[in-house]
Nanobody
């Protein structure tokens, strides 16, 4: 059974930092692209950052490029999103995603709230 479990969310002030993690089990971690998506009430889930399993190339939402960094640790089967210089607009539920050509898995999300 595949499980993706996010953690590390919480509250931060504007300009602060948080690191969220996604621990995976039940799959071959290095055979997936890994992504973080954000969802706010009334809106669709949006891609924040993605890292590809081949070559490690990364993609970032324009609003977070230069502030957020996605990374993975194959040995720990964990994906991370380091979020710096946080802004109120970064508030939302962050979901971890594992994607291959044939499969697509999601975690249950972790809430990030940025406010003063």
């Amino acid at each position: 059974q595949v499980q993706l479990v996010e953690s590390g969310g919480g509250s931060a002030q504007p300009g602060g930092s948080l690191r969220i993690s996604c621990v995976a089990s039940g799959l071959s971690f290095d055979k997936y692209d890994w992504g973080w998506y954000r969802q706010v009430p009334g809106k669709e889930r949006e891609l924040v950052a993605k890292i590809r399993r081949f070559g490690g190339g990364t993609i970032y939402e324009d609003a977070v490029r230069g502030r957020f960094t996605i990374s993975i640790d194959n040995a720990k089967m964990t994906a991370y999103l380091q979020m710096d210089s946080l802004e109120p607009e970064d508030t939302g539920v962050y979901f971890c995603n594992a994607n291959s050509y044939a499969f697509d898995y999601w975690g249950k999300g972790t809430l990030v709230t940025v406010s003063s």
